[in-house]
């Protein structure tokens, strides 16, 4: 029988929303449970924990926008910030950094290898235990997101007036992100719990890694449904989904879903160089607050065998500069499409990805030319100078082989290449250690793990009682 539990207080401190830096407020967050978990989920209710902000502040037409506008913000600090939206690093670097597209920027350590880029990430009970692990903080503004994107669309829908409801189509595409995100990182079995504008919390037990992702295409589909009139945010909706039907190999529906999607399209997170706020940098600041630097990564080349040429192959789409090297003697490379100072945009969705999902959807339909024609488009027409045409390899994997590596050029440090290894295992037939990074770690002692994905924190397993641990660990 469901039974009714109130959170403690230990609970919600370390898993709800904290406070904005602008004062505005968010709620609790766990995470979201799909319609085939609603039987085995816990709901909470009563009085708010102690430390919970009263989520009636918010009940006022300016509080539902600056909900609305808190979500927006936070998302881009979770997706590509300098502290990720809970003072962890972001979704783009933990995901580039457990694939081939980065390394730790303490690489060439002699004594320690950093867990998530020697793919070491071991299944933890004990929360003590990884609260310095990188995947910690990411899990965390994800979540945030989530739980706020929830929140600001209970308050537009009930104070936000005709206007207001305009705005709700919007999030729910940023919700929807985030669970791909979660989806790409983090083992099966994501637990995913809700929370409305009146402070009504629910746990629920975890999610398959399709689950996620399919409970992520029906919320593209509410953006879709209800942003009619904005191309900018239907678009953004129409790409989205195609991301997660790809992911569940649906590759005909996810080709349709962005064939109306134009040629320029583009939909980007904004962030401020650091002398504006430190705060609002992305990800590619070098030497942050603090000190820490002279950055939190490298642009990795060739890494463990299996990792791309990023640097070697002189590619415009993927070139970094050496900054110098770090404490024990590496040189430590910078992306050149990012700006030091943390200023640049960071684009989520384009036309360059919906051409790049066309060109798949051609390639398994056995539509040879039509895939071709997809990728040199691309090189044609999506940067300045133009590349020169690529060739036809001749064999299926050969095909598979230059689709993926043009996927990784063209989507470099986005947040989409830990999905793509993901899917060369799942999809593809391909076996782990042909697509991660593997053989002689370049720090500590020994090689690289078998590790693809992220534990779900530990914190999950001790608080969450319909929580079990990961269902898999596999792609």
């Not at 980065?102 to 071991?122: C, E, K």
């Not at 002398?275 to 942050?288: D, E, G, I, K």
Request: charged residues 20%; negative net charge; hydrophobic residues 40%.
């Amino acid at each position: 029988m469901i039974g009714s539990v109130r959170a403690t207080r230990r609970t919600m401190r370390l898993l709800r929303l904290g406070r904005r830096h602008d004062g505005r407020t968010c709620v609790i967050a766990l995470v979201v449970a799909i319609a085939a978990c609603s039987p085995d989920q816990i709901v909470g209710s009563g009085s708010l924990p102690p430390g919970v902000v009263d989520p009636g502040i918010t009940k006022t037409p300016a509080g539902a926008l600056a909900a609305y506008r808190g979500t927006l913000a936070l998302f881009a600090q979770a997706f590509g910030g300098s502290f990720g939206g809970s003072n962890g690093i972001s979704h783009i670097v933990v995901a580039g950094i457990l694939s081939d597209e980065l390394q730790a920027n303490s690489v060439g350590d002699l004594n320690t290898a950093d867990p998530l880029d020697s793919r070491v990430l071991p299944e933890l009970s004990n929360p003590a235990l990884e609260q310095f692990q990188t995947y910690l903080g990411d899990y965390r503004g994800l979540q945030q997101v989530r739980g706020q994107a929830e929140e600001a669309r209970g308050l537009l829908e009930a104070y936000g007036g005709d206007s207001g409801k305009v705005l709700v189509g919007h999030l729910y595409a940023i919700e929807a992100y985030s669970e791909l995100f979660l989806a790409d990182l983090f083992c099966s079995g994501i637990p995913l719990s809700t929370v409305d504008y009146n402070g009504d919390y629910t746990y629920a037990q975890g999610s398959t890694t399709s689950e996620v992702y399919q409970h992520a295409a029906t919320f593209f589909d509410s953006t879709i449904f209800r942003s009619t009139d904005s191309a900018r945010i239907l678009n953004l909706a129409l790409i989205g989904k195609a991301r997660a039907l790809l992911a569940l190999g649906r590759y005909g529906e996810a080709g349709q879903a962005v064939a109306a999607v134009p040629d320029g399209f583009q939909y980007t997170e904004s962030f401020a160089a650091a002398t504006v706020a430190s705060s609002a940098a992305n990800f590619a600041l070098v030497t942050p607050p603090g000190g820490e630097g002279p950055w939190i990564a490298s642009v990795s080349d060739r890494e463990g065998i299996d990792g791309l040429d990023y640097r070697s192959s002189r590619d415009p789409r993927t070139s970094a500069t050496p900054l110098g090297p770090n404490i024990f003697g590496t040189t430590l490379y910078h992306p050149d499409k990012y700006a030091t100072d943390g200023s640049s945009s960071i684009v989520l969705a384009d036309w360059v990805e919906a051409r790049l999902i066309e060109a798949e959807a051609a390639l398994h339909a056995g539509d040879v030319p039509t895939w071709l024609a997809k990728l040199n488009h691309l090189r044609e027409t999506a940067i300045t100078p133009a590349l020169p045409d690529t060739t036809d390899p001749g064999t299926p994997d050969g095909r598979v082989n230059l689709l993926f590596r043009e996927r990784a050029f063209w989507l470099f440090l986005t947040g989409h290449r830990q999905g793509d290894l993901r899917r060369l295992i799942r999809q593809y037939g391909r076996d782990q250690s042909q697509v991660y990074p593997s053989g002689l770690y370049p720090g500590g002692t020994g090689t690289y793990g078998s590790d693809i994905t992220a534990p779900i924190p530990a914190l999950e397993r001790q608080y969450n009682p319909r929580f079990a641990g990961c269902a898999s660990r596999g792609a």
